[in-house]
């Protein structure tokens, strides 16, 4: 197994690390903000946001090539060459910190997760709200209606 393409892992996944840690930090900061329903900073997030996403795919992009080769380096179906696998016998100090990285980033990403379903829920609280307004406001009769 190539050293190098194992060094290369090592960094891709701490990379994700860096990029999903600021993305559970944005992800806290949207639920306050959007709780405050202030737009402003809502949209000021959303682009940070959408430039992590960006970076993350591209990362994700890497480090699923890396997968592949090692995958071929070790005759296997590229679906089966997980972290787990690729630490079964080995004992190189990289496949290690490879292991304990992606560990951190499945930690950080269940995280992200369950900050991002919270983050729906309020959203979906907020449309509740906006859609009990407009049915409370269409199903009255106007002011002037009513005096008539």
Not at 17 to 38: F, H, N, P, S, T
Not at 95 to 119: D, F, P, Y
Request: aromatic share 2%; net charge negative.
């Amino acid at each position: 197994m190539s050293e190098a393409v194992l060094r290369e892992l090592a960094q891709v996944l701490e990379e994700q690390v860096g990029v999903y840690q600021e993305l559970l930090e944005i992800a806290i900061k949207k639920e306050d903000i959007l709780r405050l329903a202030d737009v402003e900073a809502l949209e000021q997030v959303v682009k940070v946001e959408q430039g992590l996403i960006l970076q993350g795919g591209e990362l994700e992009k890497r480090r699923f090539t890396l997968q592949q080769a090692l995958a071929a380096a070790r005759g296997v179906p590229v679906e089966d060459m997980t972290l787990e696998k690729l630490a079964q016998g080995a004992e190189d100090p990289t496949v290690a910190l490879c292991l304990n990285t992606g560990e951190k980033l499945a930690h950080i990403i269940k995280e992200l997760e369950e900050r991002n379903e919270r983050c729906a829920r309020v959203i979906n609280e907020a449309l509740s709200l906006v859609k009990r307004t407009v049915e409370n406001t269409a199903g009255r009769k106007n002011l002037v209606d009513r005096l008539v």
